[in-house]
C-alpha cells in the first residue's frame, strides 16, 4: 500500500513564475492538507480540502491557491513566486484525525 | 503567539543517556496531541496521537504522556538512529470539525555512540 506520494520531488523557479505541485493521499484517505515548512522551522498550514472543497485556510495569500479531483488527489498552485516562497511543501492526507505525511517538495526560488 | 512551543531547541545525547522532550500548548478544547519525528529533507513521519490527560503511548524506546498543559516525549537508552528532529502538533477541537495542525519548531535530537 503506497503512502502519499508528491510530485515533484525539487523545483526550481525565478521569481514572478508559477509553480504546481501535486499529491495523492494515502489509500483511502478523503481529506488532503497543505503545508509549508521553511528552514528550521515547524510546517505551517496553507489549507485543507474534503470532498473537492477548501474547507480551512491558514494565513497565506491568495496567491496560494489548489485543487481536490475526484480522486481526492490534490494540487497546490502559487502565483507571482517570491523568494520568501522557497521552502518544503508538505502534503498531508487523512480519514480521521490522524494526518500522514508525504516527502514533500523543495521549491528554490531564485 | 505560538501556540506550541517546544524545548529544547536542541538535544546532544550520548548513546544509552535517556532524557525528555517537552511540548507546551496553549490551545483550548484540545482534540489530539501528535508526535512526529522528521529526518532531514524528508517528510514528518506519524510518532503518536494523544487526546486527553494522563494518556501515555509507548513505541520501542518512545514514550508519551499528555498533561493538561504539555506532553513529554521520553526516550529511553537512545541509539545513534534515532537521531532526527522531533516535531509536536496539537488539533483544536471545541465548535470545530476541521483538521489544521498547529506546529512547534521541533527538537532537533544528536544521538553520538
Known amino acids: 500500500d503506497a503512502g502519499v506520494t508528491q510530485s515533484p520531488t525539487h523545483l526550481i523557479k525565478t521569481r514572478g513564475q508559477q509553480v504546481t505541485l501535486r499529491c495523492s493521499p494515502k489509500?483511502?484517505?478523503?481529506?488532503v492538507s497543505w503545508y509549508q515548512q521553511a528552514l528550521g522551522q515547524g510546517p505551517q498550514f496553507i489549507f485543507q480540502?474534503?470532498?473537492?472543497?477548501?474547507?480551512q485556510r491558514g494565513n497565506f495569500p491568495d496567491r496560494f491557491s489548489g485543487h481536490q479531483f475526484p480522486n481526492y488527489s490534490s494540487e497546490l498552485n502559487v502565483n507571482a513566486l517570491l523568494l520568501g516562497d522557497s521552502a518544503l511543501y508538505l502534503c498531508?492526507?487523512?480519514?480521521?484525525?490522524?494526518?500522514?505525511f508525504g516527502p514533500g517538495t523543495r521549491l528554490t526560488v531564485l | 503567539e505560538d501556540q506550541v512551543t517546544q524545548s529544547p531547541e536542541a538535544l546532544r545525547l550520548q548513546e544509552g543517556e535517556s532524557s525528555s522532550l517537552n511540548c507546551s500548548y496553549t490551545?483550548?478544547?484540545?482534540?489530539?496531541l501528535f508526535w512526529y519525528r522528521q529526518d532531514p529533507g524528508k517528510g514528518p513521519e506519524f510518532l503518536f496521537t494523544?487526546?486527553?490527560a494522563g494518556e501515555e503511548k509507548e513505541k520501542e524506546r518512545l514514550k508519551a504522556t499528555l498533561t493538561k498543559k504539555e506532553s513529554f516525549l521520553h526516550i529511553t537508552a537512545p541509539k545513534p538512529e534515532d537521531s532526527a528532529t522531533y516535531l509536536c502538533?496539537?488539533?483544536?477541537?471545541?465548535?470545530?470539525?476541521?483538521?489544521?495542525?498547529?506546529f512547534g519548531r521541533g527538537t532537533q535530537l544528536t544521538v553520538w555512540p
Open positions: 498531508a492526507s487523512s480519514s480521521g484525525w490522524e494526518q500522514f
Open positions: 489509500s483511502g484517505h478523503d481529506t
Open positions: 480540502y474534503y470532498e473537492e472543497e477548501e474547507r
Open positions: 490551545v483550548s478544547g484540545l482534540r489530539g
Open positions: 494523544l487526546y486527553s
Open positions: 502538533a496539537v488539533q483544536e477541537g471545541e465548535g470545530s470539525t476541521l483538521g489544521r495542525l498547529y
